[in-house]
């Protein structure tokens, strides 16, 4: 508890600094780069959060960091709007459920929000933990799917974000024409979508 106490104190004051360089950097070119380099710290926060078992706070952070790299890629740097918990609330009704899945370098945390409970339902796995037992799968000489599908995701991100890019720049050709990058895109949301509902279907829900 004690370490936790720390890890929190340390944290706000990290986000301070992070904040108050961010709000002085005049460019917002140079400003998306410190954002984005430091976005592991912020992913990082969620975990603290739903350590020290503020679980409707973690859930908002997890949507803040979210919100803002969309907002990065659709507009540019500013001020981005992020729902609340209450506000995510609204959105749901006695039959219906919201599952979010936020990552982070240290864990991989699943919230599940049911209609007018108090606080999401979280669900974590620890990287750690993860890869620990990949290596011992490897061992026997088999590649782990896990580590096949996230393999595979880099890849297809990678790959597109570059073809993007040539396109942005003008670099596609007539032929292969500009619909290159955007016959990727059904490939990118089965992948994105296929990974984490198998993860999900390996948690046992419970209860706080």
């Given at each position: 508890?004690?370490?936790?106490?720390e890890?929190e104190?340390?944290?706000?004051?990290a986000?301070?600094?992070l904040?108050?360089l961010?709000?002085?950097?005049?460019?917002?070119?140079?400003?998306?780069?410190?954002?984005?380099?430091?976005?592991?710290?912020?992913?990082?926060?969620?975990d603290?959060?739903?350590?020290?078992?503020?679980?409707?706070?973690?859930?908002?952070?997890?949507?803040?960091?979210?919100?803002?790299?969309?907002?990065?890629?659709?507009?540019?740097?500013?001020?981005?709007?992020?729902?609340?918990?209450?506000?995510?609330?609204?959105?749901?009704?006695?039959?219906?459920?919201?599952?979010?899945?936020?990552?982070?370098?240290?864990?991989?945390?699943?919230?599940?929000?049911?209609?007018n409970?108090?606080?999401?339902?979280?669900?974590?796995?620890?990287?750690?933990?993860?890869?620990s037992?990949?290596?011992?799968?490897?061992?026997?000489?088999?590649?782990?799917?896990?580590?096949?599908?996230?393999?595979?995701?880099?890849?297809?991100?990678?790959?597109?974000?570059?073809?993007?890019?040539?396109?942005?720049?003008?670099?596609?050709?007539?032929?292969?024409?500009?619909?290159?990058w955007?016959?990727?895109?059904?490939?990118?949301?089965?992948?994105?979508?296929?990974?984490?509902?198998?993860?999900?279907?390996?948690?046992?829900?419970?209860?706080?």
């Amino acid at each position: 508890m004690g370490q936790t106490s720390e890890a929190e104190e340390l944290q706000r004051r990290a986000t301070d600094i992070l904040q108050n360089l961010l709000e002085n950097t005049p460019s917002p070119a140079r400003k998306q780069q410190l954002a984005l380099r430091f976005a592991g710290f912020q992913q990082l926060t969620v975990d603290l959060a739903i350590q020290s078992g503020n679980w409707c706070a973690a859930l908002e952070l997890a949507e803040k960091g979210k919100n803002a790299c969309l907002s990065w890629l659709l507009y540019s740097l500013g001020d981005e709007s992020s729902p609340t918990y209450s506000e995510i609330q609204k959105l749901l009704n006695p039959t219906t459920a919201i599952a979010d899945w936020h990552i982070s370098p240290n864990a991989l945390n699943t919230f599940i929000l049911k209609h007018n409970a108090p606080s999401p339902i979280v669900l974590s796995s620890h990287i750690s933990a993860i890869n620990s037992r990949e290596e011992n799968q490897a061992s026997d000489g088999k590649l782990p799917t896990t580590v096949k599908q996230h393999r595979e995701f880099a890849d297809l991100v990678q790959n597109w974000n570059k073809e993007y890019a040539d396109y942005r720049e003008g670099k596609d050709s007539e032929e292969i024409g500009q619909t290159a990058w955007r016959d990727r895109l059904p490939d990118l949301v089965t992948v994105t979508i296929s990974l984490p509902e198998r993860q999900v279907y390996g948690f046992k829900p419970r209860s706080r």
